[in-house]
């Protein structure tokens, strides 16, 4: 029997090249169009200006819920950080050239939305930004005012503090109800005179029920000497304490705090969660991590094209920031 051989297939590797040749050029141009069409994406400036540093520990968790709410986002971002530093700083000429600064710096790299973080910040924008940011959202964050200190124009949105001192107050006098004084301690910075405003606001209905004075304009030795010797039946309310009568400077939410919390001789009570765990009994307190989520959520919101008043018109008068009572000694 003859065999006969199968047929040669060719194995030149010409055709193949061929073949894949405009495969591979297709491909090349693919990968050279996105590039380009990514170049072209302009990134969404935020510059978020801050009333302090990152020393006080608010400021960090505000911006702990800033860089979630940023996270959700598939825009590119560019964020850039100031701090006003107005406890440090408090002296109103200092605090024009750091206006001047910050105009400067960013009057040829506009930000497409600013977020002010504290009253100061607020203060600074509705004073200059028709003049300096035509036309550029501001979302306020952790504005610590009274409602009716400041009007603001469309180009604003943002969430009213849930400071909850009333609150507080009541659950205070649950626990202790022989309470006959109430002694609230704060500072003299620009941000806790803000602060006592809204707490004396709140507290007024219950001036008639209580003996209500203002530690708030005392230096920090005279004040622990005061707290040393309450009467009995009292409770304290501390709100910011970052400046004392005589200039010297403290951390609010550590410094300060645990210095009151230390020197009392009745049980403290505070309205912020960045306060708690020096010896204060508890309190209603406000998260600095879900106001700094709110404004973030609102800054992208902005720049996804919604306007300021639209948002305004559609959202409550004020975003549920309180977490509820927790307590630091389980009063």
Not at 96 to 120: A, L, M, N, Q
Request: aromatic letters at 8%; proline letters at 6%.
């Amino acid at each position: 029997m003859i065999s006969r051989a199968a047929p040669l297939r060719s194995t030149c590797p010409m055709r193949t090249t061929v073949w894949l040749r405009p495969l591979i050029l297709l491909a090349l141009c693919c990968c050279v169009l996105r590039g380009v069409a990514e170049a072209q994406v302009q990134p969404k400036r935020i510059l978020i200006l801050y009333e302090v540093g990152t020393a006080y520990p608010g400021v960090n968790q505000i911006e702990q819920g800033l860089r979630a709410a940023f996270d959700t986002s598939h825009d590119k971002l560019e964020i850039y950080r100031e701090y006003m530093e107005t406890v440090l700083f408090p002296d109103l000429t200092d605090q024009e050239r750091f206006r001047e600064f910050y105009i400067r710096k960013y009057r040829d790299r506009r930000p497409d939305v600013i977020i002010t973080v504290g009253p100061s910040p607020l203060k600074f924008m509705v004073e200059t930004h028709k003049r300096v940011f035509p036309g550029v959202p501001i979302v306020f964050c952790l504005p610590t005012w009274v409602p009716s200190a400041l009007t603001l124009d469309s180009d604003f949105v943002g969430a009213v503090n849930d400071l909850a001192p009333a609150e507080t107050v009541e659950a205070a006098v649950r626990m202790r109800p022989d309470t006959k004084h109430i002694v609230v301690v704060g500072g003299t910075s620009y941000i806790d005179v803000q602060i006592e405003g809204t707490v004396k606001e709140q507290l007024r209905p219950y001036e008639s029920r209580f003996d209500i004075s203002y530690l708030t304009n005392l230096t920090m030795t005279d004040l622990v000497e005061r707290l040393h010797h309450l009467p009995e039946h009292t409770i304290v309310l501390n709100t910011s304490l970052s400046r004392d009568a005589q200039g010297a400077t403290f951390i609010a939410g550590t410094e300060g705090t645990a210095m009151v919390a230390t020197a009392a001789n009745a049980p403290v009570f505070v309205l912020y969660e960045s306060f708690l765990n020096h010896g204060e009994v508890g309190g209603k307190v406000f998260s600095h991590r879900q106001q700094g989520t709110l404004a973030g959520e609102l800054a992208l919101r902005v720049l996804h094209g919604e306007k300021p008043q639209d948002i305004r018109g559609s959202m409550p008068a004020q975003f549920p920031c309180s977490i509820g009572w927790l307590s630091s000694i389980g009063a």
